[in-house]
């Protein structure tokens, strides 16, 4: 059954890259760089750190399917997505075949 699902995870992530995925030039820090697709997504964050006091940001993720990575991901890793760069400072596997790669924004 968990092969099943895997499969059908696999090729449901496949489909969704293809429809809405972007292509990233990913950078390990051993090794050569190499393009990878899959979904990209910033989502505004408004973080409350106390009365009338709050910062304003960004969240970026990368998700991408296990198998089209060359090597696995490492914090401290680089993306760049349209010109933008990253750092990997987290990598949150799902156990499915996907990654979830949490990014900060390069200075």
Known sequence: MS???RNLTSTLLDQV???MGVTATYSPQTGDDYEVDGIFD???EQIEAG???SH???APT???N?????ATPEEGDSLTIDGDE???FKVQPDGQGHYTLLLHEAD
């Open 51 to 53: 009365q009338d006091n």
């Open 3 to 5: 092969s099943n699902w």
């Open 86 to 88: 990253f750092t990997v």
């Open 66 to 70: 296990e198998a089209d990575m060359e």
């Open 42 to 44: 910033r989502p505004f």
């Open 56 to 58: 304003e940001s960004t």
């Open 17 to 19: 890259v293809k429809t």
């Open 62 to 64: 990368f998700g991408v």
